[in-house]
């Protein structure tokens, strides 16, 4: 009995989650679409993402604080459905550490930044990093919802669509950055590279081999 009750509040939690998730994406498509837009083309071309940059006013702030929203409530509703947490505990830890991920993720980069004396870059660094992850997160909402609410089990199946959605992304994320960081600002491949390892692929290793273990 105390098990189908957990069940049920787990329910209304992931529900909760998602009505948030819902609620966000009405909010950049009535009142900040354009720049939504931006954003998600600027994932498959650049002078999308440097017109975003050029915008820089409160919309595209906001555009920003939403998506990041987005980022974190999508992810960690994936990494629920992959790591079987049940009490209201571990969700709310769990929620916690993918937030407590990206405020690091930026803390390192800020780093970085004065350790390699390119403090000013810093700033376009975390936006171009980000932006992959934001629109991420936007892109997978449907998927979010069919792996919850979906009226058959098909979870497996999905899992894997999703992975393969990541993989694509996250390749884009590497060309990119690698690209951008080259040829539009000149910086050494060794500090790309090094950035890459420390701050994109390593995490990613160490929270699959997390997931894989359990």
């Known amino acids: 009995m105390i098990q189908l009750t957990n069940n049920y509040i787990n329910q209304d939690i992931f529900f909760v989650l998602l009505t948030i998730s819902f609620l966000l994406i ?15 083309a600027g994932v498959f071309a650049q002078r999308y993402a440097n017109k975003f940059l050029r915008e820089d006013n409160a919309f595209t702030e906001r555009v920003n604080f939403i998506t ?12 629920l459905k992959l790591t079987l947490v049940t009490s209201l505990l571990e969700i709310s830890m769990l929620i916690f550490s993918v937030i407590f991920f990206y405020l690091l993720k930026i803390l390192f980069m800020k780093i970085f930044g004065k350790i390699f004396m390119i403090r000013e870059l810093t700033k376009l660094g975390i936006f171009f990093s980000f932006l992959f992850d934001r629109a991420l997160g936007v892109l997978l909402f449907p998927l979010v919802v069919i792996l919850y609410f979906f009226p058959f089990e098909i ?10 959605v990541v993989i694509i992304i996250l390749s884009l994320k590497l060309f990119w950055l690698w690209k951008i960081g080259t040829k ?19 995490p990613l290793f160490l929270l699959a081999k997390g997931l894989f273990d359990n």
Do not use: D, R
């Open 68 to 79: 990041f929203c987005l980022m974190v409530i999508n992810f960690s509703a994936i990494l």
């Open 26 to 40: 009405a909010i950049l498509k009535a009142y900040y679409w354009k720049h939504t837009k931006l954003l998600l």
């Open 155 to 164: 979870t497996s199946i999905l899992l894997i669509f999703i992975f393969i």
């Open 184 to 202: 539009a600002f000149g910086l050494s491949h060794f500090y790309i590279f090094l950035y890459l390892c420390s701050l994109e692929i390593f």
